[in-house]
């Protein structure tokens, strides 16, 4: 087992994520979503510990709520929660459940874990932060390959393409784990209606950054961020 | 009451910003005005129900009152998953308004038919469920839903009472019997119906728009003691599913000898078309059904 040579920048997160998982064999890279994250709290949302309840801050809405154990890590090393909570995951007095719950951890948008929620929520999210006139905070939200087969997410799609929702960058975590795959990429379900895509290696940070920061105007935006098939 | 919906709404949208309306293509031609005026914050999403409900629940997120319209087996039947997670389980909420009220749309068929929203709201929680017997009762319910953050279910009908009763969101004696009389209560639309059913009854009549929270305290009060061996009697009648409202009164009433009698809308699906009126007499609603019912209860 090596450790990833291509994100020199993440910080020693593995010993966040054991405290989690008790697991010791699987290095940081097992988590498809955790470099994503990183860059996300790292370098991209204008969001801290301070401003988790500031009308104007960026939104980061976790549609995919399975396996959250890189999310808690994050939200541990970036000073969200403390890191015992790390402990004791999905313990009876624990607020970290293998899903998370918006109402019991700071800095959590939603509570998901039946897939396909987050970007309906997302769309809502970013009309109404419009309706109040503010329209400096982005949205982001994080959806994984597989929970694109629920219909939810299409009518999402469609929607924020036809109006070109702009505020709104999807991120669609690509690990390769739909029982019947995206002939044709993931990326053409989204530009077929309007969005702008892009399509990155989810491991490469200075990628992911570029790709999460790039404006479209009068487009929504999704990231498609490719990472290593899922293990079985 | 869809007349009084619209506009209301429209006035709520013009003067208090927090006010959104979300709609799935369902009365969007009512809002064209409404849409111009405000095009951030009338929202017509296509025939997406799911979105609908999703988008009132990130819209609720950002500290807006969600509006959210559509034929009931559309806005509460089919998006019942959006409503559990998308408000409830995100801790906000939203004023869902349906129409199209259990057999509304009889010539449509069992695909618009909703007599289970009320019972599907009932498994959510904190919910309070206005359902009015007259348009002139609709103006006032929704205002004063739209003065908080609470979800609310607004659940109009075809089907009216011949007056308003504008304060009936606690049990409202219509007609008070003997002191040893059993107690009827009408929700919404039914209070018609059960004023014909039980002429020349020694029974007392009560009507409430607001099913949820159930007035229990108001019930208690009108309950007669037990007349020695023999249990006050209660009869339930609501114009959805019948016995949606029992285990609510039951629960209300767990420490008071009583009988109760719930009648409502049937399980099963007729098959067939017809009208509203057709409707409320094959389900035993129409008066001669009601009487037919109560008499058989009350001996």
Redesign the interface.
């Known amino acids: 087992m090596t450790t990833p040579t291509s994100t020199p920048t993440r910080p020693p997160l593995g010993p966040l994520l054991r405290r989690l998982t008790g697991d010791e064999k699987h290095a940081p890279s097992a988590h498809s979503t955790l470099d994503v994250l990183w860059v996300l709290y790292d370098r991209v949302l204008r969001v801290s510990p301070d401003t988790v309840d500031a ?1 104007d801050r960026d939104r980061f809405l976790l549609s995919k709520g399975h396996g959250p154990a890189a999310y808690y890590a994050v939200l541990a090393a970036k000073g969200f929660i403390p890191e015992d909570w790390l402990d004791d995951l999905a313990g009876p007095e624990s607020r970290l459940g293998h899903h998370p ?3 019991l951890v700071p800095g959590v ?3 998901t874990g ?1 897939l396909g ?1 987050g ?14 006139g ?1 329209t400096g905070p982005r949205v982001y939200v994080l959806l994984g390959d597989a929970e694109l087969d629920e ?2 997410n299409h ?2 799609i ?2 924020a393409g ?1 109006t070109g929702l702009d505020p709104l960058t999807a991120i669609v975590v690509d690990n390769q784990s739909a029982s019947h795959g995206w002939p044709g990429g993931i990326a053409s379900r989204f530009t077929v209606n309007g969005w702008t895509a892009s399509t990155v290696d989810g491991r490469d940070h200075h990628a992911l950054e570029d790709a999460l920061t790039t404006r479209h105007p009068g487009r929504p935006h999704v990231v498609v961020a490719v990472v290593a098939p899922k293990e079985h | 009451m869809r007349d009084a919906f619209v506009q209301t709404t429209v006035d709520l949208l013009e003067n208090d910003p927090r006010t959104a309306l979300v709609l799935a293509d369902i009365s969007a031609d009512r809002f064209v005005d409404a849409a111009r005026r405000h095009p951030d914050r009338v929202l017509n999403v296509g025939i997406r129900e799911q979105l609908m409900v999703g988008v009132a629940g990130g819209l609720a997120l950002t500290g807006m009152r969600p509006i959210v319209h559509s034929y009931a087996t559309f806005a509460v039947d089919r998006t019942y998953e959006q409503l559990k997670l998308d408000l409830d389980h995100q801790g906000v909420g939203a004023i869902v308004v349906t129409v199209g009220a259990s057999y509304d749309g009889a010539e449509m068929g069992r695909t618009h038919l909703s007599p289970a929203d009320v019972a599907l709201i009932d498994t959510l929680t904190g919910w309070t469920v206005h359902v009015p017997g007259h348009p002139a009762e609709v103006p006032a319910l929704l205002r004063a839903a739209a003065q908080h953050d609470g979800p609310v279910y607004l659940r109009l009908s075809t089907q009216v009472n011949d007056l308003p009763r504008p304060d009936a969101g606690q049990l409202a004696v219509v007609h008070r019997g003997s002191p040893v009389a059993p107690v009827v209560v009408a929700v919404g639309p039914m209070l018609h119906p059960v004023l014909q059913a039980v002429t020349g009854l020694d029974v007392t009549v009560t009507y409430t728009h607001t099913p949820r929270p159930f007035d229990v305290g108001g019930l208690r009060e009108l309950l007669p003691a037990p007349d020695g061996a023999v249990a006050p009697a209660v009869v339930l009648v609501e114009p959805y599913l019948a016995g949606t409202s029992s285990a609510v009164l039951s629960e209300g009433l767990s420490d008071v000898p009583h009988r109760l009698l719930a009648l409502g809308v049937g399980r099963a699906d007729l098959h067939r078309y017809g009208s509203p009126a057709d409707h409320a007499r094959w389900h035993g609603l129409d008066p001669a059904g009601l009487r037919r019912s109560v008499s058989a209860f009350l001996g």
């Open positions: 009308p719950d918006r109402l948008e939603i509570g039946s929620h970007l309906g929520l997302a769309v809502g999210t970013a009309l109404g932060l419009r309706a109040q503010l219909g939810a009518e999402a469609a929607y036809a």
